[in-house]
Structure formats: structure tokens, C-alpha cells
């Protein structure tokens, strides 16, 4: 499994791609409003993320019909080469996505819910598909289960094209054990969830007895 970090921070960025670990960032609208961001300043903060990490960088198109959708897509793609054009998982999302795949742009289809919806966002061409898991938990139905369905379901059928599901919405260290175990190809986390996936009280248990034990040989020279 991959790790994304699903944020536009630029500070959580750099510290998560410090750690080694990371294969791409996925942002959305309410991520960049988040840290305050503004419409001028959206395509710069998008090639300065492209900057930070080499991997699939996720930016939303987010007009209405298909041809709002595809005229952002084009013009989220030449920011850099390692743009990724998000788009819903609609109809308008559909047609828009076909259009920039046959142009050779990588989409990413969001806000996908169930497996009739991955299997058409495949269909249409999606480079990769976002189920969301947390937003079922939300309104106590089980995501893992619902994004178990999804997988499973990709796995019976040849694409024609490359198909990487991103395990998304995910809140919780859980969260992303279930996903990999699923097999999911992806993780998208905020960095929240990042840093609780690192932590293990025993591990710190453990180190606080490696360097007691190790003041102890200090003590003995
Ligand atoms: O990548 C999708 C993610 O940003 C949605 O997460 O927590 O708003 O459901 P959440």
C-alpha cells in the first residue's frame, strides 16, 4: 500500500515527505480552504506541492457540467507533470473524465460511493478511484465494507489501463489497517492519521527500556 497525504498544507507536506514514506498528495476544495487559501493564488499552491513530492499530486476541477470539468482538468494538467485532475464521480464527471484520459490526462475519481460507480469511473478511463469510507461511518453504515465491495470488485476485470483505488476519507489507524488488509492500493491521510500510524505505546515502551539499559553500561565503564 501507498501512502498519500490528503491535506494542502505545505508544512504538513514537507514534514510527511521528511519521513520518507510519502507517494503522493491528494487535496480538494475544502482542504484549501482549510488553510485559508486563495482562487489567485490555487494554481501556484498546486505547482509548489508538485515541487515537494514526486508522485501523483491531486487537484479538483470543480465546475458543474462537462465542459467546466474538462476546461479545468487541461488547465490543472499543464501545471505540472505530475498533476492528477480530480473529478466526481457523476455523469458530468464521467464524460469529462473520458475526454481528458483520451488526452492523456490522469484523473482521479472522487466521491465514489459504490461499485457500480468505480466500475464507470473505470470505464471511463479513471487512472485512479477514490472510495470514501469515513463519510459511510459518518451516517453508521461500515465503509470498510463498502470499499471491501469496491475492491473486490475492480479485481474480476482487466481495465485496459492502469486502475489504482486511493482508500479515502480514512480517520483512523484502523481505517488503514482494513484498507490494507482489503488491498487497497492506496491510503489518503491527513497528516493526523499519519502520525497515529507511526506511534505504538509498546514501542515506546520498548525504546524507554533500550536506553535505560544502555545508561546502565554507561554507569558500569
Ligand atoms: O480525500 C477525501 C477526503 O478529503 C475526505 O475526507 O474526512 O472529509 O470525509 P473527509
Not at 489507524?173 to 497528516?191: E, M
Request: aromatic share 6%; net charge negative.
Amino acid at each position: 500500500m501507498k501512502f498519500f497525504l490528503d491535506t494542502a498544507d505545505l508544512d504538513e507536506i514537507r514534514e510527511a515527505a521528511s519521513w520518507g514514506v510519502l507517494s503522493g498528495v491528494t487535496t480538494n476544495p475544502s482542504l484549501y480552504a482549510r488553510i485559508g487559501g486563495k482562487l489567485a493564488d490555487f494554481p501556484a499552491h498546486i505547482q509548489q506541492i508538485c515541487a515537494l513530492v514526486t508522485g501523483p499530486i491531486s487537484a479538483e476541477a470543480t465546475g458543474e457540467g462537462r465542459a467546466d470539468l474538462i476546461a479545468q482538468g487541461r488547465d490543472l494538467a499543464k501545471l505540472a507533470p505530475n498533476v492528477v485532475v480530480k473529478v466526481p464521480t457523476t455523469v458530468e464527471g464521467l464524460a469529462a473524465t473520458r475526454v481528458l484520459a483520451d488526452e492523456g490526462i490522469n484523473v482521479n475519481m472522487t466521491l465514489c460511493f459504490s461499485v457500480p460507480q468505480a466500475l464507470l469511473a473505470a470505464r471511463a478511463g479513471a487512472r485512479y478511484i477514490s472510495p470514501f469510507v469515513g463519510r459511510f461511518d459518518d451516517i453508521s453504515e461500515d465503509g470498510i465494507a463498502a470499499l471491501t465491495d469496491v475492491v473486490g470488485a475492480l479485481e474480476n476485470y482487466d481495465f485496459g489501463h492502469p486502475v489504482e483505488i486511493i482508500a479515502a476519507s480514512l480517520r483512523s489507524a484502523n481505517h488503514v489497517t482494513q484498507a490494507a488488509l482489503i488491498g487497497a492500493d492506496i491510503a489518503t491521510v491527513p497528516f493526523g492519521v499519519l502520525k497515529k500510524l507511526v506511534a505504538h505505546p509498546l514501542t515506546d515502551r520498548g525504546l524507554k527500556a533500550f536506553e535505560a539499559d544502555w545508561q546502565k553500561v554507561i554507569d558500569a565503564q
